[in-house]
């Protein structure tokens, strides 16, 4: 009996699996529902993660998975694990709301249209010299990504937008068009041709009515993941920084000068208008650095954790970074927030990954201080224990 793949149909995670089960000629029955999540069930195992089953199904063929060096499947995985992290939270960031799946404020919609932008970027120039993501034959890290990337092509991303990524235009066509992704995602792929403004997407441009836009989208035009369960909207949660006095520090003004200057001007100028009185900076250091392996997965953690403060965004700062190399890293930061108190207890939003920091509110009058803002604004520098700055992540 074939192991079953109960999943949603259309969805990115869907995609990848029955992607890899044709190049690895893997057998599955598959099982469509309403719901997001996605499992194998073969006998008594149960496999609930994408990029698990991925790997699963395409363990019958070598090249999928790196072609039998350890180094390139670990590339592989790499990029799998980027795909289905980094980029999908992009995706979804901008997919849900432009297509109407789901409410966000403009600025969170920005917000997520600038992340895949610079993701575009990097996979752009990555691919300047290169046919597919690791080595010379198509993987499982290009389905992946390929297959993440498919709802932004179909559904937002229009001529404009894909004009300056033009490598990973044509690295997209050349993965979409083989046989085995044609079976699962069909022929007709049509690129976005106007970006919908306020939502909309597929269905709506196609012209259909409120009926219409409720009907399962076509293989060429897949969603999103939409959220698992059908909850009752919870009452919402007065913002308790918005209570404290404003101060006369402008952040938001602050956010803007730190991103379009030099941070040899963005320090001095933190320092000049900073207002010490309602505001706090405070260090967060990471509590288990045995537990982080691989750079771009603790790379994810931080990137995790911010998604899940989006509320507290518009009241924070931060500069996190990441110091060390695989099996030898650390993560730490500095962050700036209106009030005086811990900012992560003072919201339930707020304290999901709060409790896995150390936590040191700073002196603002201290020259100790200065010496960390510096270091930590501007990317240099090592941690307490002599590791060099690897990369970080800016929380704004």
Not at 48 to 53: C, F, H, K, T, V
Not at 85 to 94: K, L, P, R
Not at 355 to 381: C, H, I, M, N
């Amino acid at each position: 009996m074939s192991p079953k793949l109960n999943c949603k149909e259309g969805t990115p995670y869907t995609h990848l699996v029955l992607i890899a089960a044709e190049y690895a000629g893997y057998q599955l029955e598959t099982s469509y529902g309403s719901k997001g999540a996605i499992e194998l069930v073969d006998g008594k195992s149960v496999v609930s993660q994408p990029a698990a089953i991925a790997r699963f199904v395409s363990d019958k063929s070598a090249q999928l998975i790196g072609g039998g060096s350890a180094a390139q499947e670990a590339l592989v995985l790499e990029w799998v694990f980027k795909s289905l992290n980094d980029v999908h939270n992009a995706m979804c960031g901008w997919v849900l709301p432009a297509t109407g799946a789901s409410k966000a404020p403009k600025e969170t919609l920005d917000r997520a249209k600038n992340d895949v932008k610079d993701t575009m970027k990097q996979i752009n120039s990555f691919l300047q010299t290169r046919t597919f993501l690791v080595g010379e034959r198509l993987t499982l890290a290009d389905i992946a990504l390929a297959s993440v990337l498919l709802p932004l092509f179909v559904n937002v991303m229009d001529a404009n937008f894909r004009k300056p990524f033009g490598n990973v235009v044509r690295w997209f066509n050349t993965c979409i068009h083989q046989a085995q992704f044609v079976k699962v995602i069909g022929s007709d792929v049509k690129f976005c041709e106007k970006e919908p403004v306020g939502g909309g997407g597929a269905a709506a441009k196609a012209g259909g009515d409120k009926k219409e836009k409720k009907e399962k989208p076509a293989k060429a035009a897949p969603a999103a993941e939409e959220p698992m369960d059908d909850e009752p909207p919870k009452p919402k949660e007065k913002d308790p920084l918005s209570l404290l006095p404003k101060g006369t520090w402008d952040m938001d003004d602050f956010k803007r000068f730190y991103s379009n200057n030099d941070e040899d001007k963005s320090v001095p100028y933190f320092w000049e208008k900073f207002d010490k009185e309602n505001y706090s900076i405070w260090y967060g250091e990471y509590k288990y650095p045995d537990e982080l392996t691989m750079v771009f997965m603790s790379c994810n953690l931080i990137g995790g954790m911010f998604q899940r403060l989006e509320k507290l965004r518009k009241h924070a700062f931060a500069s996190c970074c990441l110091f060390g190399e695989n099996n030898n890293s650390t993560i730490s930061g500095i962050w700036v927030w209106r009030g005086q108190e811990l900012a992560f207890t003072q919201s339930d939003d707020w304290g999901i990954d709060y409790p896995s920091y150390d936590w040191k509110k700073l002196d603002a009058d201290s020259e100790e201080t200065k010496r960390l803002v510096d270091q930590y604004f501007k990317w240099t520098g090592t941690d307490k224990d002599g590791r060099k700055f690897n990369q970080g992540k800016i929380f704004k």
